[in-house]
């Protein structure tokens, strides 16, 4: 390994790790001609049939509701409670998902927010969306309210929720009515409210998203906080809410697992986010929120949508058609990711346990990759061969930089030594390794998944805290490899700064990787272990490499 392929392999992992903060932070703000205003502080489901006109003696609407009535409709997926505050779902509890570790009570959606999902309003936060409404209809998977306003208009609003063996069983079709808004041109939905989860401790996945039909902008909870920046630079003031009017496709909400997805049939105006709190086992939590504008041109108006409420699954995402599976932000490796988890659910069909899968795609990635790694071996072995004469070559013409460099290539091709093998796997795994890290980081499949000592792979493997200091198994074992596998690997004689680098190395990849999923640990982890027992066969019953110098030129 020379100075210039241990330099190019430095500057790749900077890379790697500064694209996995970029796509962390990145966030695709609305232009100024967009921006309208931001303000400042310190089998598939069944077709949905049209919607029934009310009753003409539908009763005026109160402003808040006297006593509020859930009516539920479920499958075995997901339990949906409607409210007649709104005609709207007070809450969507999922049944597959529970809401914490070794407990029973499924996670649920919109839980103690103040206004129900699908709730409307003429504006943002509308009083409309706590009206009175009458359940004109309900069977086993339908229900429609409706309603009249002071004014005359009424409203009728109806949910079908799907099957139980849908192709998308958390899909619910939904249809809004309107009829004789003469005056009001425009109507909100509001799509509910997430808070983060508990291995998202930052908030860096909980965030509202909308897709304009060309690409998906999405906004953290930290994106409407003030900032300094660093020394002035990306210095930003706060902000309380974000309201954009563009066409858009759908909007979402999300966090680390979860998310929230509208689809319109007819695109969206605009769209309404803004950061909150919300009361969660006894603790004010933060949470995020949305609206999405539609227009109204006629006065009776119907506005068809599908909702899916569940988690972040790609397959169900990306079998809804309208790219919704961009909410999983899988970054600039998005490709790599798609086929490694595509992989990886193959492989858990029939390996159940899901670290026992990833350390079984970990092999076949490492299979595949043998003969390269293998060159890679090889070269360095032979690499190490010609110190003597490459130390010679470099002091006898280190005043004539062509000639050095002519007798260093003639050196290298004698003992078929390739400078760029050294960098080269470590090229093509950090597609593979930062691919791994945007699928693993908000995978649904890996939350509360167990392995060993593990409880949860999708979050750091924390198995006591020293004070305030967490103490993860996993990141140390891991720095431990990469101390074996670099004292295994042949090595040339290097400088002084070089050998401070690669003692260092194992330390910051540690520091780098230590509050990282426990997924990704594990995979990098046995990648090592991998790796040394490649390391260890080539040594052992590889051919020996000819240690012939060759003769410098005259």
Known sequence: MDRKNFVLGILCLALAFGLMIRQDRQVRQASPSEQITTASSAASPQALPRIESAQPALPKAVIKPINERIITLENDFMRVNFTNCGGAIRTVALKKYPAELNRSEPYIFNQ????????????????LCV??????????????FATQLDDGTEIVRGYRLPASNADNPYLILHETLIKGSRERRQICFHLGMFPATSGDKYQEYLNFGAFDGKEAEFIKVGDFEASNGFLGLGQKAGRDFVQVYKSFNWGSIKNQIFTAILTPQVPALGYYAAPGKILLNERLEACISGQLFFDLQEDNHLLSMKYYVGPKDFLLLNKMGNEQDQVM???FFGGISKLLLIAMRGIHTYVPNWGWTIILLTFIIKLLMWPLTQAQLHSSKRMASIQQPLREIREKFKSNPQKLQSETMKLFKAHRV??????LPLLVQLPIFLGLYFMLRTSSEM???????????????TVAHWGVFPVNILPILMGITMVVQMRLMPTPAVDNMQQKMLMWMPLLFLVFCYSFPAALVLYWTIQNVFTILQQELTNRFGKAEKQTVTPLTQ
């Not at 103690?112 to 009083?127: H, I, K, T, Y």
């Not at 009206?131 to 429609?144: A, G, L, N, R, V």
């Not at 939350?447 to 493997?461: A, C, G, M, N, Y």
């Open 418 to 423: 390739n400078p760029a093998m050294g960098c």
């Open 329 to 331: 932000q899988f970054g």
């Open 447 to 461: 939350r509360f998944q167990t392995f060993l000592w593990i409880k949860d792979l999708s979050v750091p493997d």
């Open 131 to 144: 009206k009175d409404y009458q359940i004109s209809k309900c069977t086993e998977d339908f229900i429609q």
């Open 112 to 127: 103690n927010a103040d206004l129900p999902a699908l709730g409307l309003g003429w504006q943002v936060n509308d009083p």
